[in-house]
């Protein structure tokens, strides 16, 4: 038996809850791996790189559970050549894995993976360095660097992450489920939380914390790999066969106004700036440049026509005594769901749409 008369009720807890976490890790990477509808979300065709990044990630963690309860349990030696290739492993592994995974849900390009491994060499020397020394201070420096490497890390996701958050409002109306900076921001937090208990000496609180964050981890990434919709950039042979680069932003403005607005293209769901341009018989760098020109951007110029859109119809009703529900309305004017028509409405209203319709 595991849990005899030395282990105390608490201790078998956390043992119990890194152990289910283990498990839970490994379903998840099987489940990754192996199963090719979505569970989460049949409607959801997430993408593929981040899929495989995530099964990585998941097969680390769970590899990382195995190895320390067995140092745990039948090993005495904490402060030793084997423990300390087992800090370095999980340290390179989790890293390069759940950095992986960070930018595998970035879509608006590949952004290389092999920096995190190669930043950790420096790590790994330090710690053959304490191995032959014994010397705590190269042990602080070596947790110094790694939480270094961390900041760092956090530094270029948040560049990263604004980046892509630019790109999306540059070429998609529809932007539910696409955003990501919330999901980023919860795995650096529990990162820290690593980082937090490799400093820590054995605190319960802080197993319990992690135990219980590693689960959510798990959960929620699991999730949000789920949700995350494959965005797929336009192949060459969906460029418009003729393009108007040669015509300045005043033709593309007349293109808009006959093709977009007065056809109410707007209203179809889940249109890109690839489809829009294409409808103008024009390419999408240059149709961005326009946008850019103007001090705007798609999204917000396609949610101008579809919230002006909402107002007129829902003013034309009311003067003709129809009834008619904000959630219908928002449908027809080109939302997938309500809560995006509800965001977007308040960005240009300046209120919410429950407010605006009392005052009509």
């Known amino acids: 038996m595991f849990f005899n008369d030395n282990i105390s009720a608490g201790v078998a807890l956390i043992f119990i809850l890194y152990g289910v976490s283990g498990v839970v890790s490994l379903v998840a990477a099987i489940y990754l791996l192996f199963r090719r509808g979505n569970a989460f979300a049949a409607d959801i065709n997430p993408p593929l790189r981040l899929r495989r990044w995530a099964a990585s990630f998941f097969i680390a963690a769970t590899l990382s559970h195995v190895w320390w309860l067995l140092l745990y349990f039948f090993s005495d030696e904490y402060i030793s050549a084997g423990y300390v290739a087992i800090v370095v492993f999980d340290a390179v592994t989790l890293l ?39 010397s705590p201070d190269i042990m602080r420096i070596a947790l110094a660097y790694f939480l270094a490497v961390f900041v760092g890390l956090t530094i270029y996701m948040l560049f990263a992450i604004r980046q892509y958050s630019r790109w999306l409002y540059d070429n998609y109306a529809d932007l539910e489920h696409k955003r990501i900076w919330l999901s980023q921001s919860l795995i650096l937090v529990v990162l820290l939380l690593f980082i937090v208990y490799g400093l ?78 294409r409808a103008l018989n024009t390419n999408r760098t240059y149709l961005g440049q326009y946008f850019s020109n103007s001090g705007t951007n798609y999204n917000t110029y396609i949610n101008d026509l579809r919230i002006t859109y909402f107002v007129n119809s829902y003013r034309e009703a009311v003067s003709k005594c129809q009834p008619v529900t904000a959630k219908q309305l928002a449908i027809e004017s080109g939302y997938h769901s309500y809560s995006t028509f509800s965001l977007a409405f308040k960005q240009r209203m300046g209120c919410n749409v429950t407010t605006w319709m009392h005052e009509q």
């Open 96 to 134: 390069t894995t759940i950095t992986g995974t960070l930018l595998a849900m970035l879509q608006d390009r590949r952004r290389p993976v092999w920096p995190a491994p190669v930043v950790m060499i420096p790590f790994a020397l330090l710690a053959v360095a304490f191995v032959i020394t014994s």
């Open 200 to 277: 820590d000496d054995g605190t319960p609180v802080i197993s319990y914390t992690l135990a219980v964050s590693e689960l959510l981890l798990f959960g929620g990434l699991l999730w949000r790999i789920e949700t995350l919709p494959l965005l797929k950039q336009p192949s060459a042979a969906e460029q418009p066969a003729t393009s108007v680069s040669g015509v300045d932003f005043s033709a593309v403005e007349r293109l808009l106004a006959e093709r977009c607005v007065a056809t109410q293209l707007y209203l179809q769901h889940d249109l890109t700036l690839a489809q829009l341009a």
